[in-house]
């Protein structure tokens, strides 16, 4: 009899701790594991100063949803030939976007200088979008990409996704799915936007 009380009561307790985590997934999806950094104006002057024009336009509409689609995903990027672009399609209810945006905080702090940052959110909807924005602030803007179809203009299909472009304008590859630490995103952006030592 006390055997089965106690595996009603591990059950309950498994149910209980099951339901409280969906509950809190539903509610902030963002995974406990996430990291975000909030830089203070300071250190992102400090960090993104002196950048040229057209990385620093983008600089100036920081964690901005910019509407559009995919004619203001090509004025955007038209805008950015001559500099190598990272793009990086998210969305706030994609589980592993939001494991990844820490990444793409710190690395476009880091090189933003030199290689232009520019967001998809895809299939969103704004307040959601903007609340994501509010949990993982960004120093580059995103285009709002409601129908998905700015993101599969350069041929994303998959969320997260990262296109990486030349200074040419030519889109090198795109890598699906999230990335796991700031050297590997590092080493993509140096061997396919950058192309250093290839």
């Keep these: 009899m006390r055997k089965v009380l106690l595996f009603a009561v591990v059950i309950a307790a498994g149910v209980a701790i099951g339901v409280g ?15 975000a950094i909030h830089p203070s104006a300071a250190e992102v002057r400090a960090a993104l100063g002196g950048a040229p024009a057209p990385l620093a336009a983008l600089h100036r509409r920081a964690n901005q949803i910019l509407p559009g ?58 307040e959601s979008a903007k609340r994501f924005a509010g ?15 700015a993101y599969e203009s350069l041929r994303i299909g998959y969320l997260p996704s990262t296109a990486f472009i030349d ?16 050297a590997e995103l590092n080493a993509d952006i140096d061997r396919y936007a950058v192309r250093t030592g290839s």
């Design 69 to 126: 689609a995919t004619k203001r995903l090509r004025a955007e990027l038209a805008a950015l030939k001559g500099h190598p672009v990272v793009v990086n399609a998210w969305a706030s209810w994609c589980g592993p976007c939001n494991v990844e945006a820490p990444i793409l905080q710190r690395v476009a702090l880091q090189r933003g200088k030199s290689v232009a940052f520019l967001g998809i959110n895809a299939k969103d909807n704004r």
């Design 167 to 182: 200074a040419a304008g030519k889109v090198r590859i795109v890598h699906a799915g999230q990335y796991t630490s700031d």
């Design 21 to 35: 985590l969906k509950q809190a997934s539903q509610n902030d999806p963002a995974p406990l594991t996430s990291r």
């Design 135 to 149: 949990r993982y602030p960004m120093t580059y803007p995103s285009v709002e990409d409601p129908a998905g179809a």
